[in-house]
C-alpha cells in the first residue's frame, strides 16, 4: 500500500514505530509496568537496521545496481561526518549515524543475494556473534593504544559498546528477506509473521525474565535472535495495520509522515538533548534527561514538525524533510 508519493505506508510506519522506540530507550525514568519498556531497548536498532535492509532491497526497484552502490557510498560517508558531528554536541546518547553510514554500504550487495542465503547469513552472524565481538574488542583495544585511526572503523563495526554492524547486518538481512515476501504473500503471510515472530518475542522474553538472562546489547545469540523477532514482529504488524486502513490511508498520515524522515528527527532530538544537558542545571532541573516529561516532547515535537512540514513544505522539493532532501541531493536519488 503506498501514497500517491510512493511512499510505502507500512515501511513508514514501521520507522515510526522504531522513532518512538528509540525516544522511549533513551529518555523513559523507568523500566515501566512488568518491564515493558525496556523491551525499547532490544527493538529500536534491530527495527532500523531491518528497514534499511528492506529500504535497499526496495530502492533496487527502481534503479540500477551501479547507481543504488554509488548513491549509498556518498550516503553513507554523509551519515558518518553528519554522526561524528552529532557526537560533539554533548548529548547522553550514543549516536548511531556511523554504524547507519557503514551499514549504508555494505548492506547493497546482499539485496541481490537469493533468501536462503540471506537467511544462511543471518543465522552464521548469530552463531559466532559472541567470538567476533570478542574479538572485536581486543583489536580494538590495540588500535586505541597504537594510536590508529582504523580505532573508528573497529569500533562503528565489532567493537561498538552498544551497536556493531557486523550484527546489524544480520537484521538487515532478515529486513530484506521481509521486503521480498510483503510483496508476495498478501495479508495472511503478514498475519503469521506478525503472529509467529510475536509468539517467539513473548516466549523468550517470558522464559528469560526470572532470571534476566537476556541482555540488552550484549551480542549473545539469544539476544540477537531475540531481536531478529522483535523487529519481524514490528514490521508484520505494520504491514497489516497499512492493509487495515488501505480504504483511508489518511488516517495514518500524521504517523507516517513524521516515519518518513526520521534522519531530520533524529538530529532535531540530538540536539534538544544536548540542550537540556547544557542548560538543565541552570534552571534546577535534574541533571538526567529521563524523564517522563522529556520522552513525551520528543514524541510531541517529532509529530509535530513532520505534520507542518509536510503541510508547509509537501509540495515543494524540500518536501522529504530538511536532511532527507538534502541527502536526496547529494546523493542523486532526488
Known amino acids: 500500500m503506498k501514497y500517491a508519493t510512493g511512499r510505502i505506508i507500512g515501511i513508514d510506519l514501521a520507522r515510526f514505530v522504531a522513532l518512538v522506540s528509540m525516544f522511549v530507550a533513551h529518555t523513559a525514568p523507568s ?132 551497536y556493531r554492524v557486523f550484527t546489524m547486518v544480520c537484521w538487515a538481512a532478515v529486513g530484506i528477506i521481509i521486503a521480498r515476501g510483503m510483496q508476495r504473500w498478501g495479508v495472511w503471510g503478514d498475519l503469521g509473521l506478525a503472529l509467529v515472530a510475536s509468539a517467539g518475542a513473548i516466549a523468550i522474553y517470558l522464559y528469560t525474565r526470572p532470571t534476566s538472562s537476556l541482555m540488552v546489547y550484549s551480542g549473545a545469540r539469544l539476544e540477537v535472535f531475540f531481536n531478529i523477532l522483535a523487529a519481524a514482529a514490528a514490521m508484520g504488524w505494520c504491514a497489516l495495520v497499512a492493509r487495515a486502513f488501505r480504504a483511508k490511508p489518511q488516517v495514518l498520515q500524521p504517523l507516517t509522515d513524521t516515519g518518513s524522515m526520521t534522519l531530520s528527527l533524529y538530529v532535531l532530538q540530538i540536539g534538544i538533548l544536548a540542550a537540556y544537558m547544557q542548560y538543565a542545571p541552570r534552571y534546577g532541573l535534574p541533571l538526567s534527561d529521563d524523564s517522563w516529561w522529556v520522552m513525551s516532547l520528543l514524541i510531541v515535537v517529532a509529530i509535530l514538525f513532520a505534520v507542518l512540514w509536510k503541510r508547509l513544505l509537501g509540495a515543494t522539493p524540500l518536501h522529504r524533510g530538511p536532511f532527507e532532501s538534502i541527502l536526496a541531493a547529494l546523493t542523486g536519488r532526488g
Open 31 to 162: 523500566a515501566g509496568p512488568g518491564g515493558v519498556l525496556t523491551l525499547s531497548e532490544f527493538l529500536t536498532m534491530p527495527l532500523f537496521a531491518a528497514l534499511l535492509g528492506a529500504s535497499a532491497y526496495l530502492s533496487l526497484q527502481h534503479m540500477n545496481m551501479t547507481f543504488l552502490f554509488a548513491s549509498s557510498v556518498v550516503r553513507g560517508i554523509v551519515l558518518i561526518a553528519l554522526g561524528m558531528w552529532l557526537d560533539t554536541w554533548g548529548a547522553s546518547v550514543d549516536i548511531i549515524l556511523q554504524y547507519f553510514g557503514v551499514l549504508s554500504i555494505v548492506v547493497v550487495p546482499l539485496v541481490l543475494a537469493p533468501s536462503w542465503v540471506l537467511a544462511v547469513i543471518a543465522a552464521v552472524i548469530t552463531l559466532v556473534n559472541p567470538y567476533v565481538l570478542t574479538w572485536g574488542s581486543n583489536l580494538n583495544r590495540e588500535l586505541v593504544l597504537e594510536g590508529s585511526w582504523l580505532q573508528y572503523l573497529a569500533n562503528w563495526t565489532v567493537a561498538g559498546s552498544h
